[in-house]
């Protein structure tokens, strides 16, 4: 059986995003204000210890991403207490960490979801459901410029490269790539 599955088109309005914020706060991608891009780091949960090293390498990063004109929040499906119990344990104090994301939310920005499974390496139980990995750069007008889905925890993008891709973006006003919709068909086609 065959499951339709929606995914991101640059150059297109993301959907709408609106979660609260571990301490205080809320999230709402259509008030954000970034000079370049609102980058959206979608992770799997307190949970994940992959998840960990990948936040606490953008935590350290968070400086130079402010200084590129790029806002920045961490989202996942936890509820509050997990969303907080990360921020404290992981020592994310200037991060901000969206939590309670709608699983259709999720999938209105193509993340995949998984099924929970135990406890995980860490001791921490996986929820029943959450979401996989996911990072955006939306441009300021709200349409998307950069995506990267996975289904698995492993193999991300390194934060350093994303810093120096916008770095090349912003100096050579290099265009959103990956715009054309499955509905285009080449002339030869048809």
């Excluded at 953008?58 to 989202?75: H, T």
């Excluded at 991060?95 to 920005?109: D, H, K, S, T």
């Excluded at 265009?175 to 030869?188: L, M, Q, T």
């Amino acid at each position: 059986m065959t499951t339709s599955f929606s995914h991101l088109l640059p150059r297109q309005t993301v959907p709408e995003l609106q979660v609260p914020v571990a301490g205080g706060g809320a999230y709402d991608i259509r008030k954000e204000a970034p000079a370049a891009f609102s980058l959206i780091v979608f992770y799997r949960g307190l949970h994940c210890p992959v998840c960990r090293t990948h936040l606490k390498d953008l935590e350290a990063k968070l400086g130079e991403f402010e200084r590129r004109g790029v806002s920045v929040v961490a989202i996942s499906t936890d509820n509050e207490e997990r969303a907080v119990k990360t921020s404290l344990d992981w020592q994310l104090p200037q991060l901000r960490i969206g939590y309670g994301l709608p699983l259709p939310v999720a999938r209105e920005w193509g993340l995949y979801v998984s099924r929970g499974r135990g406890k995980t390496s860490i001791g921490v139980e996986e929820p029943e459901l959450f979401s996989e990995p996911a990072l955006y750069l939306v441009r300021p007008d709200g349409t998307l410029y950069f995506g990267s889905v996975q289904t698995m925890p492993f193999a991300r993008p390194h934060f350093a490269d994303i810093l120096a891709a916008i770095d090349f973006v912003l100096k050579n006003n290099y265009p959103a790539r990956g715009e054309v919709d499955a509905s285009f068909e080449p002339a030869e086609a048809k």
